[in-house]
């Protein structure tokens, strides 16, 4: 019995940290934006040596990634680790069926709960972030015990990130519609919140 309230805590702690609060934005943003086609990614390098990229997915439903990574590790993503939720849907996903209604055969119109034109998310900048960041998040997901889900919620939280924002300024959709939908090509901006 006494074991319950100690679950509900590691819940609470774990939902909070994947529902995320609003990305705090410090000093100016560093900007840019952006054009991709289908089947291509696209590329920014900031400063600190990172790459910013959309990189397109072709597995599955067609769409893109939003990737910060250091060139030296590029298979790691610096966003996906501190950017909630950490299951299902995030903003670091981009599909056409984000933008249509529930049978797919027009645009959403607020009808289906997924993530818009603006796409939040927070990143790392080095790799030892990174590192930590992945191995907590790891403890959180599939934890050995709800203590050390607790404790790895808890130190996650205190990593240091930095945060963006990307808006879909121009759409493009495919032809085709329902699980077959895809983006013929889209524009785009970008914000970053980093120290220069």
Known sequence: MARYPCMLFVLLVISSSLAGDEPQHNGSPFLFSGTVSRHQ????????????TL??????????????FDPAFPSDNFCAVVTPPYRGINALQIYAWHFLNEDGTGPAGGSVNTPGEERR??????????????????????????????????????IHSESGILTITDLVAGDAAGDSAYIESMSFDVELFIPR
């Open 41 to 52: 990614d696209f590329q920014h390098e900031l400063h600190g040596g990172l790459v910013f």
């Open 121 to 158: 998310f927070y990143f790392v900048t080095d790799k030892a972030s990174y590192d930590t960041a992945f191995d907590l998040l790891s403890t959180m997901l599939w934890p050995e015990s709800p203590e050390a889900q607790e404790a790895a919620a808890v130190l996650h939280d205190g």
């Open 55 to 68: 990189e397109f997915i072709s597995y599955g439903q067609e769409g893109w990634a939003v990737r910060i």
